[in-house]
């Protein structure tokens, strides 16, 4: 799992630290506060090292690292991603099972990574990053953008989906945590989504019925990414998974019931990075982490990184965030209301 | 005649007593109670035009868990069925169903114009953040949802300290 995150001047994320990291972790902020572009940071860093020495794969540390990045954050070149205000060298450091992965480099890079440090072990478990839109529908959008026209667009955290998605489920047992989260997964969907290897399409079956993926509603679409995840075992129990607001398109009693299975998975090994800017997400998370008892990392990212960043943990407590103050603002407004 | 009430651990008012009717206090509760839960006053703001049925608490249980989820709802029942009593026995007083205490509500009640003054349903507990406050308000609202689509009426919880800025509570006990 990622223990410790160190982050400095990479976009607007100037500087980060980010330590003792949880099973279940959480990223908070307002629109344009760098949610996601902390959680593709990470995804890079993840994919670099599980990459590395995979297979026939001969390509260095640096060559994975730079390609990931580009095609990630689809700058016209990598140094672009150096705060603009920076004096210094983009860093970015995180400990991954107690050992070091670190690379930096300056604003007028576009070829090759300057220092790289990695200490980690190569491994086969896989990480995947959820982003917020869901991918069954335009599949193969992103395939012949990305593979054929090779085109800036869909970045890699679509493609790596994609194609994670591709391959086949496998029969067998499963875990009995992942088997139990499929079953929980499928309650909500109240049918399943399945890939038409004739047609070559994703379509959802509810009972004998069929329907293209889509009319099939969005949320639907998002529970189905993770339920398929698990039947293929593209995630096992050391996979990381990075997830770009849950909240998007699910109704909120269909989050709470999300938020449980990642609970589940996450006592069985998967280490969740969540970004959300959800009331239920963060109040759901605390509860759990109260009846849990179990430490839960949440980093609050100011708009203006100048005003500071917060760390904390649920466990402790709700942040003091403009989330939760907005939805106490709510509540003052119709008390206002209600006395004129 | 001005009149105070004092009510898990706060002090309301003092109000005119033409403008309070304190239910715990008068003739009409004495004949009822034997159990009959009953909110604590009706109160009158003529200048607002509004008609106030206020219930006070000092605590909310906090439904963590099956057990005191039970006790939560139980709380929001029991705080309903206080404040819709209290408004029902205001109106049927100003009906004039109980001929021999029809003095006891004042003629600012009587004399109010019911299909103008906006109703509030008002649950104050003292003590309690606004963040607790903002999910035992939702609780109060969807219990009392077909009352207040029925009466046009308002459900509102608040804290002392709101309780003060809107001239309800002028000191803590």
């Known amino acids: 799992m990622i223990n410790n995150v160190v982050i400095k001047n990479f976009g607007n994320l100037t500087n980060i630290k980010w330590q003792n990291l949880g099973k279940i972790n959480l990223i908070i902020g307002e629109n344009s506060s760098g949610k996601s572009f902390l959680l593709k940071a990470l995804y890079c860093s993840m994919r670099t090292i599980e990459e590395y020495k995979r297979g026939d794969d001969r390509r260095s540390e640096s060559e994975i690292l730079l390609e990931k990045l580009y095609w990630t954050f689809q700058t016209e070149k990598i140094g672009d991603l150096v705060s603009k205000t920076a004096t210094d060298s983009l860093s970015c450091e995180i400990t991954f099972n107690d050992k070091e992965f670190l690379y930096k480099f300056g604003k007028d890079t576009t070829k090759t990574i300057q220092s790289l440090t990695n200490r980690t072990s190569p491994r086969s478990s896989n990480s995947i990053f959820l982003p917020s839109k869901e991918v069954l529908s335009i599949y193969h959008i992103i395939l012949e953008s990305r593979e054929k026209d090779k085109l800036f667009g869909f970045d890699d955290t679509y493609l790596d989906l994609v194609r994670a998605l591709a391959l086949p489920r496998k029969g067998g047992n499963n875990y009995p945590e992942f088997a139990k989260s499929r079953k929980a997964l499928e309650d909500i969907l109240g049918g399943k989504v399945e890939y038409d290897e004739i047609t070559k399409r994703w379509q959802f079956r509810k009972g004998n019925q069929k329907f293209a993926i889509g009319v099939t509603a969005e949320g639907i679409k998002k529970i189905a990414i993770l339920d398929s995840l698990l039947a293929n075992r593209y995630l096992d129990t050391e996979s990381i998974i990075f997830i770009d607001e849950p909240e998007s398109a699910l109704h909120p009693a269909a989050i709470s019931k999300l938020l449980d299975i990642i609970g589940v998975l996450a006592d069985r090994g998967i280490q969740f990075f969540l970004a959300s800017h959800s009331y239920f997400v963060i109040k759901k998370l605390y509860l759990m982490a109260r009846k849990s008892n179990d430490t839960l990392p949440f980093i609050s990212l100011p708009n203006n990184h100048d005003q500071g960043v917060e760390y904390d943990d649920l466990l402790k407590g709700m942040p003091n965030n403009s989330i939760i103050n907005e939805s106490i603002r709510l509540y003052q407004e119709e008390v206002s209301e209600a006395f004129e | ?173």
């Open chain 2, 1 to 173: 005649m001005a009149v105070t009430i004092e009510e898990s651990g706060m002090t309301f008012g003092p109000f005119s007593d033409e403008q309070c009717f304190y239910i715990e206090k008068s003739n009409i509760y004495n004949k009822l109670q034997n159990g009959l839960p009953m909110a604590e006053f009706l109160l009158i703001q003529p200048d607002k035009n509004l008609l106030y049925v206020v219930e006070a608490k000092s605590s909310s249980p906090n439904p963590s868990n099956n057990e005191s989820q039970t006790k939560f709802d139980d709380y929001i029942a029991e705080i309903s069925r206080k404040l819709l009593n209290a408004f029902t026995l205001g109106l049927t007083l100003g009906l004039g169903r109980y001929v021999e205490n029809i003095d006891e509500l004042s003629n600012c009640f009587q004399e109010i114009d019911y299909g103008s003054v906006t109703i509030l349903f008002l649950l104050v507990i003292k003590g309690h953040k606004e963040e607790w406050l903002a999910p035992l308000n939702e609780a109060l609202q969807r219990e009392l949802k077909d009352t207040s689509k029925v009466w046009r009426l308002k459900v509102i919880t608040i804290n002392e300290r709101t309780a003060q800025r809107y001239n309800l509570i002028q000191s803590m006990v």
